[in-house]
């Protein structure tokens, strides 16, 4: 595991967007595996201007997100297929179907559920995945539990990321309590892994990502057995896993 510490938020989008511009520019047909919530924004951001500037081609990429939230459709911007159009997509040279983010409208969620990990064995593989991780641990929607799932699957989202997403709400009783995620299996399945972490809520579950344990009780320990993971974090973060 590699650990970046950067000086902001800034530097960390703008070291992450380097790490995915090299990906895509090394092999153009590649498959992005991409994160929502708040920490890739400014990453996206990164990745609008270089594709601006001519720097990254998105033509003949694919994409394929995380997760998302269940009741919740692309018209809803609420949902993670609205964020991640409004965020990235709609102002990049991708081509729409060439982008992929569970449905959480299917009538049928273990279908789709089924159907998502077989796309993502079918377009061979994701060959780098960006991850945000939850102050409970949590990667993608695999909250901290006794067993983990491998495969895509519907999981009840606990109270802390209830609480921690209803910013984006109006009200927390607005925040979908289920949704549908990629498994850890699935992830740790990526050829490489970026996470990203800044602010001070962070700093507990990210230390556990270098303790050399490994718990469900905090889904990112798993990450450990990855042998291509670069965990990039703010100074501050980096100072509270120093020293605590
Ligand atoms: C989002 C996702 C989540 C977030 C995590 C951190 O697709 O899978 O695991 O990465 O909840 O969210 P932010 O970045 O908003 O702090």
């Not at 970046?4 to 989008?13: G, H, L, P």
């Not at 297929?81 to 179907?97: A, G």
């Not at 299917?106 to 159907?115: F, G, L, R, V």
Request: proline share 3%.
């Amino acid at each position: 595991m590699k650990l970046i510490v950067v000086e902001n938020y800034e530097e960390m989008s703008r070291v992450a967007a380097d790490k995915i511009k090299a990906v895509v520019n090394e092999n153009p047909n590649a498959i992005l595996g991409l994160a929502t919530g708040s920490t890739p924004v400014g990453t996206y951001k990164e990745l609008i201007e270089m594709n601006k500037n001519n720097e990254i081609d998105f033509s003949q990429i694919k994409t394929v997100n995380l997760d998302e939230y269940i009741g919740l459709g692309e018209k809803d911007p609420q949902s993670y297929r609205y964020f991640m159009n409004e965020n990235l997509f709609n102002h990049i040279n991708i081509k729409k179907e060439n982008t992929f983010v569970p449905n959480g409208l299917a009538k049928d969620i273990e279908e789709e559920a089924k159907n998502y990990d077989m796309k993502i064995d079918e377009l061979g593989g994701i060959d780098i995945q960006i991850l945000g991780i939850g102050s409970n641990g949590h990667i993608a929607f695999n909250e901290p539990a006794d067993a983990l799932t491998s495969g895509t699957h519907l999981t009840q989202l606990t109270e802390s990321t209830i609480a921690a997403n209803s910013r984006f709400f109006n009200s927390i009783d607005e925040v979908p309590k289920t949704a549908l995620t990629m498994g850890v299996g699935q992830i740790m399945k990526s050829k490489r892994i970026l996470l990203l972490a800044n602010g001070d809520s962070k700093a507990d579950a990210v230390k556990e990502i270098f303790s050399g344990k490994i718990t469900s009780k905090n889904p990112a320990t798993m990450l450990q057995m990855h042998k291509d993971v670069t965990v990039i974090v703010d100074k501050k973060v980096g100072e509270l896993i120093k020293n605590n």
